[in-house]
């Protein structure tokens, strides 16, 4: 795959029309890198399943460059999720919705819901206007990463994995490191009222400052596939302990204050919850490339919502 460095409006308009070509394009979202298709087009939804070893049942996220293109995709919208929508998109939240009649299988892993996303970055952005232009609907993207495997912050580590892979057209946009670090906050959005699928940093404190509305935080609601419900998601290769004290050889992520015992290799020392979310998955990858002999992490000491998130991830990192 080809890789473009701050890529300026014409690549934007390159890789839409690569896409429309049915080629991936690896780019920036402020969550994670995403490896992305014209949705529309069930071949190159295929290559991103081949691409990360995933399986077919495991759906998709649509992501459109505005609310109003919803209609190509959803139906029967509740009224919560329009609020919802209004109010955090573009942003780090996606929504199940019931889907359109016509939305393949394959994009929805044989479900009767969608996933959809209206991402901020300004180059996923500029793609998807781009590629809306040229008459795409929505690009369907994943995480650039292999399945199970930690989700790539920068353009480094997602070309890192399929540099050397895909075809003749496909590129990697380089937008430097994700804001936050972390996917996207998940909101089930077919039942009566909103449950949360996978916590991020749109947390149901801000939901229900911003907007009134409450989420239940449910794992799961019938019918619903709950992402990473895997057990090695988001994992590393390295053994994760967790709040444990560390031994010689260990790699180390805690607060600041939080001293480095000897022989221990320090790989994080955040100083919030935004910067641990941010570096959480590069942390994961130094502590791979350093071949420590285990990693130790102490979770965030809060109950806030993207501290919720953050833990959500370390969990499932060290359950394998
Ligand atoms: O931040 C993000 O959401 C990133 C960026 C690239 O947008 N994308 C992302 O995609 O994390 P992925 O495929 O790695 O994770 C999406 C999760 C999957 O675990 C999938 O099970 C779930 O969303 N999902 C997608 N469509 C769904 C649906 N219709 N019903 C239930 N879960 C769904
Ligand atoms: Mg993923």
């Known amino acids: ?28 979202t402020e969550t994670v890198y995403g490896i992305g298709a014209d949705a529309s087009n069930s071949q190159a939804i295929n290559r991103i399943y081949r691409i990360k070893n995933r399986p077919n049942s495991s759906p998709l996220i ?19 999720a329009k609020t919802l929508g209004n109010t955090f998109w573009p942003g780090p939240m996606t929504l199940i919705l019931k889907r359109s009649t016509g939305v393949s299988d394959l994009l929805t892993g044989g479900q009767s819901s969608v996933g959809i996303r209206v991402p901020s970055n ?6 998807l206007l781009e590629f809306e232009n040229l008459g795409g609907l ?3 993207a994943p995480s650039a990463n292999r399945h199970g495997e930690v989700s790539a912050t920068t353009a480094d580590a997602a070309q890192e994995v399929f540099g050397d892979e895909g075809i003749s057209g496909d590129l990697i946009l380089n937008g430097g490191t994700c804001e936050y670090g972390i996917e996207s906050t998940i909101i089930n959005c077919t039942d009566a009222s909103p449950s949360i699928l996978r916590p991020g940093v749109i947390t149901p404190e801000l939901i229900e400052v911003y907007t009134g509305i ?9 019918g619903v596939i709950a992402p990473g419900m895997s057990l090695k998601h988001y994992a590393p290769q390295t053994k994760i302990l967790i709040n444990q004290l560390p031994e010689k050889g260990d790699g180390l992520i805690a ?36 071949k420590v002999k285990r990693l130790c992490i102490y979770l965030p000491d809060s109950e806030s919502g993207i501290a919720e998130a953050i833990k959500d991830r370390v969990l499932k990192a060290a359950s394998r």
């Open 1 to 28: 795959m080809k890789l473009i460095s701050n890529p300026t409006s014409d690549d934007s308009k390159k890789a839409a029309v690569a896409l429309t070509h049915g080629n991936l394009v690896i780019f920036p």
């Open 62 to 80: 649509v992501h459109i460059s505005n609310i109003r293109n919803l209609i190509h995709w959803a139906s029967d919208v509740p009224n919560y």
């Open 122 to 127: 300004r180059i996923a952005q500029d793609l």
């Open 138 to 140: 929505g690009i369907a």
């Open 214 to 222: 409450t989420c239940n935080p449910s794992k799961n609601s019938h």
């Open 255 to 290: 607060g600041g204050d939080f001293p480095t015992p000897p022989g221990v290799v320090r790989i994080a020392s955040p100083k919030n919850l935004f910067e641990y979310a941010k570096t959480l998955y590069q942390s994961f990858e130094k502590a791979d490339s350093l």
